[in-house]
């Protein structure tokens, strides 16, 4: 009897090592599929998968409705899965207000939303680079170089630093391709993507390496700074160019793709944006 009941668990724990070598093997392979996938059309294979949905609170949705463009054009599965990603991007970071700013929840959720939608075309949008999120109520003093600073993201303390008068002023005319906290969500973006290994910051990566090859186009640089479209800071160095550059594909996407489209193109790969309108 003893030896039947030990026969019977020895091929039970036979079937369940086959079971987790299978699921292991199948693993592996849908790994090599993607990895090939990406390689092959630059894009993940997917984006959004969740085992369970967070939900965002009503008075959080509003705020969005209200003021959050972005939000508004996205379907209705768009935007479950941007309430989904909002409200994972706000419990994961830490929110600190300075010189007695009152941080409010309007506040958190609009310096949330810029971050989710940059990295809504991507599977990872959580930038474990970035901890905290500092706010100050106007422009900064910098001991480090002695001016104020409207915004920086700095990678030392994982920190990305606002000015909350310069982060609104940057929504409150949206095609002016000015915009404090799309450009300062981009340098921790493309920072998180030089330190990581993952698929977007793989397709990141490859997209920003592309983009330093175009400039190395001479005759496109001189159009570009010809045609006054993107302000001249962009031009102090690739970084920069990289952030002031994303802030005019999010305010004048149209106008970029007409005039620039090869650098749209690869703007819009990097991100993985295929969203209506961009
Ligand atoms: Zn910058």
Request: hydrophobic share 45%; glycine share 4%.
């Amino acid at each position: 009897m003893v030896l039947m009941v030990e026969e019977e668990f020895n091929l039970l724990l036979f079937g369940i090592k086959k079971i987790g070598l299978v699921l292991l093997l199948a693993l592996l392979f849908l790994k090599i599929l993607d990895v090939v996938y990406t390689r092959w059309f630059k894009r993940p294979a997917w984006v959004h998968f969740y085992l369970y949905k967070v939900k965002l609170s009503e008075a959080h949705k509003l705020i969005l409705r209200k003021n959050f463009n972005f939000y508004n054009r996205l379907s209705n599965t768009g935007k479950r899965r941007f309430e989904h990603r909002l409200q994972c991007f706000i419990d994961d970071k830490e929110f600190i207000p300075r010189q007695d700013f009152v941080l409010g929840e309007d506040k958190k959720v609009l310096i949330a939303a810029t971050a989710v939608m940059l990295t809504f075309g991507m599977r990872r949008y959580m930038l474990p680079i970035l901890e905290k999120i500092i706010v100050y109520p106007t422009a900064f003093y910098s001991t480090i170089d002695k001016r104020y600073h409207k915004g920086e993201f700095n990678p030392r303390l994982k920190a990305l630093v606002l000015s909350w008068e310069d982060f609104e002023e940057g929504y409150r005319i949206e095609d002016d391709n000015l915009n404090l906290g799309i450009h300062e969500f981009t340098h921790a973006i493309h920072l998180n993507s030089m330190k990581r290994t993952d698929t977007a910051s793989v397709i990141f990566s490859d997209g920003f390496s592309e983009l330093l090859r175009l400039l190395r186009n001479e005759s496109l640089v001189i159009e570009i700074k010809k045609s006054g479209f993107i302000r001249a800071y962009a031009f102090t160095n690739e970084f920069e160019f990289l952030a002031v550059v994303l802030e005019n594909f999010i305010e004048s996407p149209t106008e970029f793709k007409s005039q620039f489209p090869s650098l749209y193109k690869n703007i819009q790969q990097m991100f993985n944006f295929r969203f209506a309108g961009y």
